[in-house]
Structures are given as C-alpha cells and as structure tokens.
C-alpha cells in the first residue's frame, strides 16, 4: 500500500524547496521536487542601467555570492564590447575559486553531514580514540588534539544535559542508519566546528577584492579594487601576502581535513554508491571557475580554468564527449506555475518568459503532486533531455577527457572504496565528487591563479579596469551577450539584451534549476525527482524519520533562490493569479 | 581555537548571574526599577521586586526562532562569519536557536515541530528575509503555509522580534520597483510590538550576532533610530568615519575606476558613492574579520543600509545629488555640489517624521527591559499607540501605520535628534569649497 509523504521543509539548503513522496515497501515509488518560494527579479531589473545590474541579480543568492554578479557583468562585458584586462579576470577567478572551496566545506559539514554523523553519539566518543580514528583514516588536520577533542565531547556533553539542544532539536538522532562509531562522530562534530571557523577566514580573499562577503562589489569592465604593491590605498604587497596566506590554509584544509572526512563517510556509507542516481547526462563547460564571455565553444578569453573543454556526456558514455551548443539549451514550463504564450513547447533562453499562472492551491495546503504543475522552477533541458549539472558533471567530464589530475585523484579514490565509475551516478559520487573538486579548486587557486596573478604583478600589470566601454554613449543602440560559468552548484549561464542603454530582456539559466526542476511534457523527471523515484530502489526506512531521502537530495546542494528564474519577459506583466 | 566556552553555561538565568558576580542584593535592587517601569506601563500589572526576580532567575537560555523567509541566505552567511560573537557561541553557548533552516538537523516535520514547540513559549523572533503579501501568500510558503502565516504564529508570542537584514527591514531586491510579489518587511506584519531593524544587504556579521548579545547582556532592546536600527551601529553616515573623508574635503576624487586618485584612495563621490546618506557602521567594523569594506576595496558605496536603496540609490553609478528619489533630480546639475547637503537633510526630516511615527509605537528603548528573557510582564503590552497621520514616509506603499492609536510623541522625540544631526550634516558641505567640477554633475 503506497504512502505519501511529505517533506517542507527541507533544512540544510538555501531557500524553499519541498519534496513530497510516494513509497512503498520501504522504497520510494514516485518523486515530486517543489521549489515554494518566487521573488519575480525578472520584473525588477527590467529598464535598469546595465552596470547596475550585478548588483539586483548577485542578490539571487547570498550562497551563491559572486557567481550571479560576475555572470552578470561579463554577459554585460560580452554585450557592450568591454575587454577587462587580465589581472581583472584572474581577480575574478581568485575570488570564484575561494567561494567554491568555502562554498564545498560549508556543504558538506554544514549542511550535509548531519544527515551522517550522529551528534548525540559523539558525547559517547572517548576523545583519544577520535585522534586515533582520524589519524587512522588519514587525517593530519592540526584541530585533531586530545585536548580539542575532549573540549568539544563536553560541549556535546552539556548541550545534552541542558536538554536545550539548539539546532539539533529534533534530528533523527534515534535512526537505526546511522552507523558511524561515536569516535568518528565525535571526530566529525569537532571538525563541523573548525570548519566554521576555517570558513570565515577562507572567505577573506574575497573580502579584500569586493570589499564584504556575502554580496561582494564588482564592475563592468573589471573591477574597482586598485591594485599596487607601492600604494597603501589600494590592494597593496600587504594584502597580497595575505591572501596568500588564506591560499596556502585553504589548500591545507582541503587536504588535510576534508578529503579524508568525505572519503571516510562515503567508505562507511558504502551503499550509497548504488542509491540516488539521477540521469545519466552530464553538461559542464569546465572545470569549477570557468568561465566564458559568449559563447564557451568560440570563446578566446583566457582563464586558468580551460584544461578541459565544453561538453555534454550521455548516457553514461564517457567515451564520447559530445561538444556544447548553447542552442541546444530550453526550458520547460510544463510543470511550473509560468505560462508561455506558445503554449507547452520549450524556449531557449534568448526567447524566455516568465509569465506567472499560479494553479496551486491557496495556502496552507496538504499536498501539491496531484496536479500537472507544483513549482516556481523551470525545467531545463539540454537536445530535449534532462541533464546534471554541477560537481559530479565536471569532475565526469575532467575524467571523460582525461584531465591527469582528476583522473590520479579520482582513481585513487575509486580504488580506496572499491567503486567503478559508473556508480559515481549516485548520492555518494556526488559527496565524492565534491571532494575531489574541492581539492582540484584549491590546487589550482594555489598553483595557477593566485601566482600568475603575483607574476604579473611582478611584471608591473597593475590594469584592472577598461574604461572605453563605460559611458552608455560607447555602446552600440540594441546589443545581446550571453556568459557561462561553472560555479559551485553547477553550470549558470546569464542572458541579457539591450536597448538605447537599458536592459531590455534578461535571464539566467541556474544549475539547480537544471536538477530541481519537475515533469516535462514528455513526463521526463527532473534530476532530483529521478534520484529518489527513478529505478524505484530508493530506501526510506521510517516515512517519520526521512534520513535517506534527506541524504539524496542534500548531496545535490540545492540553492533554491537560485532555482527561480531571473528573466525578463520582454516587458510583459504578471498575469493574474487564479486563487 | 576560537570558539570557548563562556557566557551562559549554568542552567538558568539566576546561577549565571550569581557565577558572574552579581548579588541577589543588587538584582533585587535592579527589578525593584523594573518593578516601577512596569507599573507605569499601560495595561502591566504592577509587580514586586521579588516576583520579578523569582520570575527572572529561573529563566533558561532563551529559545530562538530564527525564520528565513523571501529571501537569499546572505544574512545566516554573514551570520557565520561574524568574528566578535561567533555562531558557534550563539548556536551552542549564548542561545538555543531551536528552528533555524540553514543550519539545524531536522527537516519536514521534525522542524515544524521544532518550531511549532518553540512557538507555544516565549522565545527572541529573528527573522531574515520579507513577506510576499500578493495573491494570498503564493510566492513563498513553508511547510504549505505562507510566509505570513509562519511569521505571525511565531510573532504571537516573541518577545522581541529582530528583522535581520534589508528583506525583513523594508523588502529588499524583491520589493523594488515593481515589487511583482508585494513583498513588505516585518514591521509591515507586526505592528503591536516593537521591531528592532539589523539593516544591510547583508547587515556585517558582527552587528547581527551584537543585537542578540546586546538584548541579552542589557536585557534590554537597544536603542535605535527612527528607522529602528540599533544605535551602536547604525549611529553615523559612513561619510562621518570614512578614511577618504579627507580627500572628499581637499577635493580630490576619483574620476574614473582605476585611475591615479583611485589608486591613491581618493574620494568616490564622483563615480557614485552614497556614503554621505548611509548610515552604517562599515568604515568602523569593516567585514569578514575586518579584512576589507567597499570603499576600502575601491568600489562606491551602495547604500545597503537605507531603505528603499535600489530604488532611491540607482543608477549606482551616478552622483548623489543627481540620484533618482532624493527629490532634487530635477535641479540637481544646475544647483550642483551644494545639494549633497540639502539631499542629506532631506534624508534627516524624512527619517525625523518616520520616528515620530514610530518612536511611540516603540516606546522608550528602556520600557522594554528583559522582554528577550519572557518575563511576563515585559513585552507584550501591546499598545502601540501611534501618532496618527504621522506618514513621513511618504512613499513606497502610502500606507500608514495601520493601528490607529493615538499616542503623544515623547518630549524631545526623534525628529529633533535627527533633524540636529542632518543639520550638522548639512552644515558639513561646503558647496563653493568642495565643487571642483564647477556644479557639473556626471
């Protein structure tokens, strides 16, 4: 007899997002991803000034912070002809490569190992034996003390006793899954709270360049932070000898942190290597960072991200990496609550609309599957299918092309845990995948990035700014430009159109659209909807306690904010709402 | 490591008193004031001292709802990277932050639970992100039910509501121009009780995490403007303790990114700057362990701080006198430089008239003492008493305060105290000293 479920909210995410289940036996039978939250920024950038722009979209997301802002200005920069020099760019690949290590340890402790690691447990944990579990799994981390681990088994300790257990009040600390012995808990809720720590600081390099974090400053044709070691004003051999610091910390946490934690769960989560596979079609232009004015295919900017090329994978054949076509991309509305004048076809994003047609029920509600459309979130898709995007994409891509690498760390650990690449499709290849970024991302920033970056400098290139594109008076009447970039969640690409100085029409493609997304006319699931209901072998022991579907889609890290659409539909108005 | 152990560790309020020092004598003496507040509050019943402290010392780590409803998640980020009270201390030591979607375990309908037992006991309302109040409440909704619906079933019993960051302050990005979702910020929703405003778009970590450990080492709401933000943060323009100030008043500006005067750190007034109208703490705390700040990294000031900025404040490039919504567009480039004072005092009256409306509906800041604690008098009067008709708001929605009490503005209210301010703010531009271009704007 199928049971239906519900789960809103999801925590541990950014924004809305709600997951309502069948299941039976035990095994999820049928799937509905639902994102509740719509803030209509398409309406609002609508007939701004173009470099004002970054400003309102970068605002989509204060966990995704930067990547909306840079898309933004360098599909601004692709439309108006605006050549920021180089030192500006690998400002801006400095910066997208610190948020995407900050941005994968914040997932992954924060907001997704709780779904693993038993915080109750951990007051059991005797604090020698988490050093000696963690030197046991390779983890040279400097918090792993007997003193720092006794410190934080007594925080647990009397955060039990207090019977006041903050943000753990009501985890599902009683569940017979989960498996970790109380010394890896323990281990794992010390390093929970050194990675709180190590996030602030890994953060700064970003700070120095923008100013503040979230939401920090850029600039159409650059960016505003003067840089000269000789000027105290400006980002200067102090500053540049900091981030340097913050650099070198953050490859050394990656490293010795948490790689080793992400390989020891998914070890003792083995399982999960054969649970949450989603479609076997992966799109990414790059490597995480990368990123394009126009179109990735033609693209000549140089970057410190272009060891791998744009492509798309389907099907699981890794062998065949097919090129990317930004005309293949469309987006569905038939299970969201948009109309499109056309009717149910789908629309390449040059051509998007959002046109609200709520059909849901007034709130409160109980259950929103039973109709054809339950979300604010398009469905993208790629040559008509659905496709995943994000970690698990490029790091299949890098090892598809062979990118040495990826494929040293990825076999290292396929070996490790005695998986095959084909079983990366899954909740536990997405933590794997995510690891294996993290330390490529680190590694890159500290060998590539950041010392080009010093090296020109050395050189004299102190140039971060292009001013002949400044003054809407330099800009061509109507123009369009488009940019891609690989950021933490996925493959984002921006869309704008402009008219005698304003934006005329905008929208961005976002990657978890690409996975939240619902049923397209074919009835094709999305990728969240095809992780948990799609071979029908999905786990879900106690329809009270849903930790396994929990695990799935965390694994995703979904941005739902992101989800919803910034577009412009070409001036037209919200429709009214039938309620 | 950073984070250690301090602050409240004992049980109750009364052992973490007695552990810090503090005699039963002078706690005493302390209630017996309270008890006089009380009696004077409309409607509280009077109380003796000794109740008072009873009711207080057995008080536990206070509960929290920290909501996030239309929002982005940049608040609960930079609320993870304040450096003075770290959330660590927050979430493990300072309070017991029960609901909170970003970081705690439960999801579905463990944290509904979690929320709804929360909700039923006195508890601190945190709250990021606006209410969309179109079409029924479509455009967000938890749990199936709208954001205005959590809002106020966790309202009803908070005894004090902070509105942490732009969206739950006025609405943010999603109530600019046209506000498709009619999205309003919390004190648009709860009007019998006081809110305090973080503002910012985020507001800088360690102001967030200082108004929670304000109220709780004060036991008391701070004291704010007449936009309800906390003083101690929100005091002075970020032209007032800007470290380019002096170029601004030598008359060297930047003229374009990147230039010689940019890299010297002159001033951003040209290229749009809108420092002069801001009021944040930025140039003084700066961001992410005082790393950096806009200015400091070059960029011009957005304004995040001041309602309505991205609207008022774009385009952001553009000078501030010629900035849309000031009220001087029209004439600016003719009257030229001399109207950065006239935009800074009008910024000042129009603050002036909102406090009037607002300043009774709050009360005094010290009418409102341990209400973070859920002493049972404390709080909860109600009462708002409005001065009606007192709209200086003039704006967005038109809408007044919507109670329709009738209340005396308090002696010597708001509108002097920011009227005097935005004088001397106005007073401090010195058009024919500081015009280089002549009165030509951008």
Not at chain 1, 376 to 403: E, F, M, N, T
Not at chain 2, 353 to 361: P, V
């Amino acid at each position: 007899m199928a049971e239906r479920l519900v789960i809103d909210p999801i925590t541990r995410i950014e924004g809305h997002l709600r997951i309502e289940l069948e299941s039976d036996g035990g095994k999820i039978t049928k799937a509905w991803s639902e994102t509740t939250q719509f803030r209509g920024l398409e309406e609002i950038v609508q007939g701004r000034d173009p470099r004002d722009v970054w400003a309102f979209v970068q605002r989509i997301c204060g966990v995704c912070t930067s990547v909306h802002a840079i898309a933004s200005i360098v599909a601004v920069e692709n439309a108006i002809g605006a050549n920021p020099p180089e030192q500006a760019r690998l400002i801006r690949d400095m910066v997208l490569g610190s948020q995407e290590v900050q941005d994968h340890v914040i997932h992954f402790y924060h907001l997704h190992a709780l779904d693993f690691v038993n915080v109750a447990s951990a007051a059991q944990g005797d604090p020698q034996a988490a050093v000696d579990f963690a030197r046991a799994i390779g983890s040279t981390w400097k918090g792993n003390t007997l003193e720092r681990m006794t410190e934080v088994r007594d925080t647990v300790q009397s955060i039990l006793d207090s019977g006041q257990l903050s943000i753990f009040t009501g985890g599902y600390w009683g569940h017979p899954d989960y498996r970790l012995p109380p010394e890896a808990n323990l281990m794992a809720v010390a390093h929970y709270l050194d990675a709180l720590e190590f996030q602030r600081s890994m953060i700064r390099i970003g700070t120095v360049f923008g100013g503040k974090n979230p939401h920090p400053n850029f600039l159409v044709g650059g960016m505003a932070c003067s840089i000269d070691p000789n000027h105290t004003e400006s980002v200067n051999q102090v500053q540049v000898d900091q981030i340097g610091v913050w650099v070198a910390e953050s490859l050394e946490f990656v490293k010795s942190c948490y790689v080793p934690d992400a390989l020891a769960i998914a070890g003792v989560y083995k399982d999960y290597f054969d649970i949450g596979a989603a479609q076997d079609n992966y799109l990414a232009v790059g490597m995480a960072g990368a990123t394009f004015a126009g179109d990735p295919a033609t693209n000549e900017w140089p970057t410190a991200h272009t060891a791998i090329k744009p492509g798309v994978i389907f099907d699981g054949d890794l062998k065949t990496v097919h090129p990317f076509d930004p005309e293949k991309i469309e987006e569905w509305v038939h299970s969201a609550w948009y109309s499109y004048k056309g009717g149910d076809i789908g629309l390449k994003p040059s051509e998007g609309e959002t046109t609200v047609a709520y059909t849901g029920p007034k709130p409160p509600y109980e259950w929103l599957g039973d109709s054809d459309e339950y979300t604010w979130c398009k469905a993208p898709r790629y040559d008509g299918r659905a496709v995943q995007v994000g970690p698990l994409a490029r790091v299949v891509l890098a090892y598809a092309q062979g990118h040495p690498r990826t494929v040293e760390i990825v076999n290292g650990a396929m070996e490790q845990l005695g998986i095959t690449a084909a079983q990366l499709n899954s909740t536990g290849g997405r933590i794997l995948a995510r690891a294996v970024e993290c330390l490529t991302s680190a590694e890159i920033l500290a060998e590539t990035t950041f010392p080009t970056f010093v090296k020109n400098l050395k050189g004299g290139d102190i140039d971060v700014f292009d001013p002949t594109r400044w003054e809407p008076d330099s800009w061509p009447s109507e123009a369009s430009g488009m940019s891609f970039v690989e950021v933490a969640r996925g493959n984002l690409s921006h869309w704008v159109t402009i008219k005698d100085g304003k934006v005329s029409h905008y929208q961005a493609v976002v990657p978890t659209t690409w996975l939240a997304g619902g049923r397209d006319k074919d009835g094709q699931q999305g990728p969240y909807e095809e992780s948990l209901a799609g071979n029908g072998q999905h786990p879900l022991t106690d329809p009270a306690q849903p930790l396994e579907p929990l695990r799935t889609i965390h694994s995703f890290d979904p941005c739902m904010s992101c989800a919803v659409h910034v577009l412009d539909p070409n001036g037209h108005e919200l429709q009214a709402v039938e309620s | 490591m950073a984070y250690k152990l301090d602050g409240w560790q004992d049980p109750t309020l009364g052992e973490n008193l007695a552990r810090a020092g503090i005699s039963r004598r002078d706690f005493l003496a302390y209630c017996g004031v309270l008890a006089g507040i009380f009696a004077v509050g409309a409607g509280a019943k009077p109380a003796r001292a000794e109740e008072i402290a009873d009711a207080l010392a057995a008080v536990r780590k206070p509960n929290v709802v920290w909501l996030q409803l239309q929002e982005c998640t940049g608040c609960m980020e930079s609320t993870l990277r304040s450096g003075g009270t770290t959330v660590e201390e927050v979430v493990l030591n300072l309070l017991s932050v029960n609901y909170n979607e970003l970081v705690m375990a439960a999801a579905g309908d463990a944290a509904n639970k979690a929320l709804a037992d929360t909700n039923a006991e006195d508890h601190i309302l945190v709250v990021n992100g606006s209410i969309p109040t179109k079409d029924g409440g479509i455009y967000c909704t938890i749990g199936g039910e709208s954001a205005e619906e959590v809002l106020r079933k966790s309202a009803e019993k908070a005894t004090a509501i902070l509105a942490v960051g732009a969206c739950a302050v006025w609405g943010s990005v999603q109530a600019s121009r046209p506000n498709p979702t009619g999205a309003v910020g919390v004190d648009e929703i709860i009007r019998d009780k006081p809110v305090i405003n973080v503002a910012g778009c985020p507001p800088i970590g360690e102001v967030i995490t200082a108004t929670v450990s304000y109220i709780l080492t004060h036991d008391a709401l701070p004291k704010t403007d007449a936009e309800g933000r906390p003083l101690f943060a929100y005091e002075q323009r970020i032209h007032d303790s800007c470290p380019r100030r002096a170029h601004y008043d030598a008359g060297q500006y930047v003229r374009s990114f990147d230039d010689e005067g940019a890299r010297a750190g002159w001033c951003l007034y040209e290229v749009g700057c809108k420092g002069p109208s801001t009021f944040s703490p930025c140039p003084i705390f700066q961001w992410n362990l005082h790393t950096s700040w806009p200015i400091g990294a070059g960029h011009p000031c957005i304004g995040c701080t001041e309602k309505d900025f991205f609207d008022r404040y774009t385009p952001f490039y553009q000078a501030l006198p010629d900035v849309r919504g000031l009220g001087v567009e029209a004439t600016a480039t003719k009257i030229g430089w001399g109207l950065v004072g006239a935009t800074v005092a009008g910024v000042g009256v129009h603050a002036g008239l909102t406090a009037l409306r607002r300043s009774a509906s709050r009360k005094a800041d010290a009418a409102e003492p341990l209400a973070a604690f859920g002493d049972p008098g404390a709080g909860r009067q109600g009462g708002c008493g409005c001065a009606g008709g007192q709209d200086g708001n003039g704006g967005r929605d038109g809408k007044d305060g919507g109670c329709g009490c009738k209340g005396e503005p308090p002696p010597g209210g708001g509108l002097g105290a920011v009227g005097d301010r935005a004088a001397s703010a106005a007073g401090g531009v010195d058009a024919t000293r500081r015009n280089p271009t002549g009165g030509e704007g951008l």
